[in-house]
T-cell receptor, first 114, second 113 residues
């Protein structure tokens, strides 16, 4: 079946540091890929997504590129802020444009220190 | 829009008791998903509905778990009898056909003693 693997952390960085959170996947066909973020005590919010190979999703300074050749969707940000502290989930769906359940990675806890 | 609404936000119960979790999806969405989040297993899909009909319940852990969607604006997830290993955060999410992004509720944190 489909699966997502991501670094689990915690990842601790200083403010203004460069961030990379690795994510790789295993799936049949052409899945859509997502990054969700979860702030303490809240539900998951979509951060960005990409639906086909070589697409780049971006939002709030975060970026991720859909790399089919390496089956990866790494999350990057050039300069992190304390407010970016949260848990980040990489996920995929193989719904083919319909709707289906999401397969999630285990989540990466990011801690940004001032 | 108010977003996906879940109740209760927190539930503490004793082993053997029945627990009912509730979800109101975003108006106009025709897909509804139930997920469970634990430290050991992460986020897992339990069941999802399309137009109030269960489509895939292969993630429901055992017969103690059941889910219903009597109408487009309401769904329940019931555990009877509850066990300590059911302790987790349960999330509801909704979306509409052709739009893969799912919108999550704030979750229900369940503790079974």
């Amino acid at each position: 079946g489909d699966s997502v693997t991501q670094m689990e952390g915690p990842v601790t960085l200083s403010e203004e540091a460069f961030l990379t959170i690795n994510c790789t996947y295993t799936a049949t066909g052409y899945p859509s890929l997502f990054w969700y973020v979860q702030y303490p005590g809240e539900g998951l919010q979509l951060l960005l997504k990409a639906t086909k190979a070589d697409d780049k999703g971006s939002n709030k300074g975060f970026e991720a590129t859909y790399r089919k050749e390496t089956t990866s969707f790494h999350l990057e940000k050039g300069s992190v802020q304390v407010s970016d502290s949260a848990v980040y989930f990489c996920a995929l769906t193989n719904s083919g444009g319909g709707a289906d359940g999401l397969t999630f990675g285990k989540g990466t806890h990011l801690i940004i220190q001032p | 829009d108010a977003g996906v609404i879940q109740s209760p936000r927190h539930e503490v119960t004793e082993m053997g008791q029945e627990v009912t979790l509730r979800c109101k999806p975003i108006s106009g969405h025709d897909y509804l998903f139930w997920y469970r989040q634990t430290m050991m297993r992460g986020l897992e899909l339990l069941i999802y509905f399309n137009n109030n009909v269960p489509i895939d319940d292969s993630g429901m852990p055992e017969d103690r778990f059941s889910a219903k969607m009597p109408n487009a604006s309401f769904s329940t997830l019931k555990i009877q009898p509850s066990e300590p290993r059911d302790s987790a955060v349960y999330f509801c999410a909704s979306t509409f056909r052709g739009y893969e992004t799912q919108y999550f509720g704030p979750g229900t944190r369940l503790l079974v003693l």
